[in-house]
């Protein structure tokens, strides 16, 4: 069975910092993928950033970036140059043959 | 595209009644995922389709869900009897194939009294 934890509930960062948001899984499958997943106050899903686990370079997407290392089954978020529409809920997600499993959150409230 | 569709987006009924969420997926996607969040249990999956055929509904509560999807471009999740403890917001999401990101629907904010 797969398993998604973040073990940080909520963060907080000034506006135009650095944050990383952690999350470490568990998976017996060779084959898939990782997510992160933000959950604004309008409670849409939105994807942020994904990962292929058979791929060692880290995704990219703007000023969103993970650290994906693969043997320890760890991957973090980390947010550069944050700005107040970043506040949400962020959500890890693990995917294999199974089902798409989600971790249980991390609040992150942006400071101005 | 317009993205994932469900209605309603609120919906505020009375224990015992039927309820029925409808979604409507991205064009061209293959699966479609029903999905329920709580505060106690995060966000679950519920059942999935692939080319409209439930592939894995283990994680229906009771047998008071149900799920179909008559065509590639429409799926309803219904609840009869709901009781308060169905309260949640339910999201239906797509996908291309399986191992590939989902894009979730706006979700439907469910309330049982």
């Known amino acids: 069975a797969q398993t998604v934890t973040q073990s940080q509930p909520e963060m907080s960062v000034q506006e135009a910092e650095t944050v990383t948001l952690s999350c470490t899984y568990d998976t017996s499958e060779s084959d898939y993928y990782l997510f992160w997943y933000k959950q604004p106050p309008s409670r849409q899903m939105i994807l942020v950033i994904r990962?292929?686990?058979?791929?060692?370079q880290n995704a990219t997407e703007n000023r969103f970036s993970v650290n994906f290392q693969k043997a320890a089954k760890s991957f973090s978020l980390k947010i550069s140059d944050s700005q107040l529409g970043d506040a949400a809920m962020y959500f890890c997600a693990s995917q294999g043959a199974q089902k798409l499993v989600f971790g249980q959150g991390t609040r992150l409230t942006i400071n101005p | 595209d317009a993205g994932v569709i469900q209605s309603p987006r609120h919906e505020v009924t009375e224990m015992g009644q039927e309820v029925t969420l409808r979604c409507k997926p991205i064009?061209?996607?293959?699966?479609l995922f029903w999905y329920r969040q709580t505060m106690m249990r995060g966000l679950e999956l519920l059942i999935y389709f692939n080319n409209n055929v439930p592939i894995d509904d283990s994680g229906m509560p009771e047998d008071r869900f149900s799920a179909k999807m008559p065509n590639a471009s429409f799926s309803t999740l219904k609840i009869q009897p709901s009781e308060p403890r169905d309260s949640a917001v339910y999201f239906c999401?797509?996908?291309?194939?399986?191992?590939?990101?989902?894009?979730f629907g706006p979700g439907t904010r469910l309330t049982v009294t």
């Open positions: 064009s061209g996607h293959d699966y």
């Open positions: 999401a797509s996908s291309l194939t399986f191992l590939y990101e989902q894009y």
């Open positions: 990962q292929e686990a058979y791929k060692q």
